[in-house]
């Protein structure tokens, strides 16, 4: 029987240790958590900030700006021998 108590003493703290790691993985998935939640505001608040690039230019620059992607395709599609 003294094995038998042998194991059961070595089994206990066994599992003691298990608890203990169990109790600090709990712990640390809390601290990442709060963590994780300041992450998910602070980037809330960075994009409620943020504009789009149209609306924060003038109708003239929007218009300015689509003709020059346009001429950049042309060429592209010039480069390439695509007609279109």
Known sequence: MNKLAQQSDKFRRLLDEVGTEVEQLKQE????KR???KLKAKLEEEHE??????????ESERLALRQHVQGLIQKIDHHLGVDS
């Open 29 to 32: 998935i809390r601290e990442l």
């Open 35 to 37: 963590d994780n939640a």
């Open 49 to 58: 900030k943020q504009t789009d690039i149209f609306s924060a230019i003038s």
